[in-house]
């Protein structure tokens, strides 16, 4: 089936989280992203207001990261997190679950720590991925965790943040799409480095992707598909680790 440009670019949520980013590189970041046309950019939650206003009139949402990257927080500053994010702009929230909890069987407490945020989202007409960090769990955890997502119409199961030991697994995307509701979507974070990556993750019924490499895998899809190549600084900083996908 042929595919557009839009199909794949729309796929990707652009990170910026790697935690030694200046603002120049942010800024640079941004630009690159709306040049593409992707999903949305993910950014520090310091940086969602300026974000928005990056973006606005753009088709490229605001996003940003909630409980990242353990999880850990108390479900009250992940509420107030939320919150501040939406007040700011932010128009989708990756939010992590308690990791802790859910390695104990600690359900209800999971239950509820999701449902704050996406009772916050929803209320405000905003969007909610939830990050389950699959690297620490094992598919008995995951399928409980896409269950309960399903029941609290979470609008996203994700992979993982990017920063735990491993990312995103053909199996761990079969698995979280075959056991989530049907208005559930998937994403994978961490391990889509390039364009043949992100077309396998969309065959097994993925609609987004966290990434950092945006341009390494749009411009070889904009040169099949005869459009022109798209020119903007955006050189990484050496700092950046290799692959900060999220």
Request: charged share 25%; net charge negative; glycine share 6%.
């Amino acid at each position: 089936m042929s595919q557009s440009y839009t199909d794949l670019a729309k796929m990707i949520d652009h990170a910026l989280l790697t935690p030694n980013m200046t603002s120049d590189e942010i800024e640079r970041g941004v630009k690159m992203a709306i040049a593409y046309d992707v999903a949305s950019v993910c950014i520090m939650p310091f940086y969602v207001k300026r974000l928005a206003e990056m973006l606005a009139g753009s088709t490229v949402k605001t996003s940003t990261v909630i409980g990242f990257p353990h999880g850990a927080n108390t479900t009250e500053v992940k509420r107030a997190e939320a919150e501040q994010a939406i007040a700011d702009g932010c128009e989708e929230l990756d939010m992590v679950v308690n990791i802790s909890s859910v390695v104990s069987g600690n359900w209800d407490y999971v239950r509820s720590d999701i449902a704050a945020v996406v009772d916050v989202a929803h209320a405000a007409g905003q969007k909610v991925k939830v990050i389950f960090e699959n690297c620490y769990l094992d598919d008995a955890q995951k399928i409980r965790l896409c269950e309960i997502c399903s029941e609290l119409n979470a609008d996203w199961v994700k992979t993982s943040t990017g920063f735990g030991s491993s990312g995103a697994t053909h199996e761990d995307l079969q698995l979280m799409r075959k056991h989530s509701a049907e208005n559930v979507q998937v994403k994978a974070a961490g391990g889509v480095r390039d364009l043949d990556g992100l077309r396998t993750v969309r065959e097994l019924g993925v609609t987004r992707c966290g990434a950092s490499r945006t341009q390494a895998i749009l411009d070889p899809l904009r040169e099949e598909l005869g459009l022109p190549a798209i020119s903007i600084a955006t050189s990484s900083p050496t700092s950046t680790p290799t692959d900060s996908s999220y």
